[in-house]
């Protein structure tokens, strides 16, 4: 009896071990992809990196290559399987609006990085709860708190001492930045109404195969405007490298899969987690590998907005918990909580997360 205890033991704890190492497995995949696409991007748009400062381009660039291998998966290889009841006119009053704010956030954010630091950056979008919740309670899908307000206050003090210890600010860029946090806080806030509540839940594979063509096409208006006549003018003075815009835009759909791998075999609430490690490894390499100052102010004020932000997701965790545990005893008069469905509603504070905390791609 006891050979058999000590095996039934043994196994579980192999079996405990080998769910560690999947789950760190699949964390270090999604930290890989998510920093390398922030650093490529950025690698590529600063003017004194690679001097290519066409945002537009690079978006649609994404969006093109987005699209194909989208399609490729969902109706070559049947990855996943599209909504069956996503019909014309529920694209065009529900998907349609959440491509054009996608496709603004993408645009200004990529635009940011022309102008501000990578740590900046980061920094500034510990904002993300503070206008997702702001717009929740002006579309009343949230109740007003004055507790969750005084975190909100909070967190926007902590970014404003960042910003205001900035060695390099460029109101212009933080123009941008703030653009493209209030454009993706707008797209999460209408998932919830425009989808998840007519019961339409969409992965990254499925997203990027409704939403990509959509973006792609928007951004060809301001793209033939702002971006296209000076590129036709450097016809001949610029070459098209497609190793590097190649290489950039398959990383970029690699996070996407990424997203799809973590979320899919762990939560959506250990990706918030793990987010919270990618933005200090970022504000680490901006200032150890790119060189970015970041001064002490800085780091003062990102600390206490990421303390607003983590006691902001703690509380929110504790009352979906809650929640969800009610449900759980009213239907089925179990306690156990799932913490995967909990994380996927989590995943409107996006601490980049991004992007699912949205990552610039």
Known sequence: ??????????????????????TYT????????????????????DKKLYNWPFPITLTMIHMSFSSVLSIILVRVFKV???PLHMTKSLYISSVLPIGILFALSLWLSNS???????????????????????????LKKEGF????????????????????????FDLYGVVLQLGALLFEATRLVLIQILLTSKGIQLNPITSLYYIAPCCLVFLTIPWLVVEFPILRQQIGGFEFDLVIFGTNSLIAFGLNLAV??????????????????????????SWSVIKDTVTPINLVGYLLAFMGVVYYNRVK???????????????????????????????LDDRDSNGVKKDDS
Do not use: C, H
Request: net charge positive; aromatic share 10%.
């Open 1 to 22: 009896m006891n050979s058999k205890m000590g095996s039934s033991s043994a196994s579980l704890s192999e079996g405990i071990i080998k769910k560690i190492i999947l």
């Open 26 to 45: 699949y964390i270090s995949i999604w930290l890989f992809f998510s920093f390398s696409v922030i650093i490529y991007n950025k690698y590529i748009l």
């Open 80 to 82: 996943v399987e599209p």
């Open 112 to 138: 940011a990085y022309i102008y501000l630091s990578v740590s900046f950056i980061q920094m500034l979008k510990a904002l993300m709860p503070v206008i997702v919740y702001s717009i929740s309670v002006m």
């Open 145 to 168: 708190r004055t507790n969750t307000m005084v975190n909100m206050v909070s967190i926007s003090i902590g970014v404003g001492i960042a910003a205001y210890g900035e060695a390099k």
């Open 260 to 285: 799809f791998l973590l979320v899919g075999k762990t939560s959506a609430l250990t990706m918030n987690v793990a987010g919270v490690v990618k933005d200090w490894l970022l504000i680490g390499f």
């Open 317 to 347: 965790f504790q009352s979906l918990k809650a929640a969800e545990a009610q449900k759980s005893e009213k239907k089925e008069g179990v306690d156990e909580i799932n913490d995967e469905e909990i994380g996927k509603k989590l995943l």
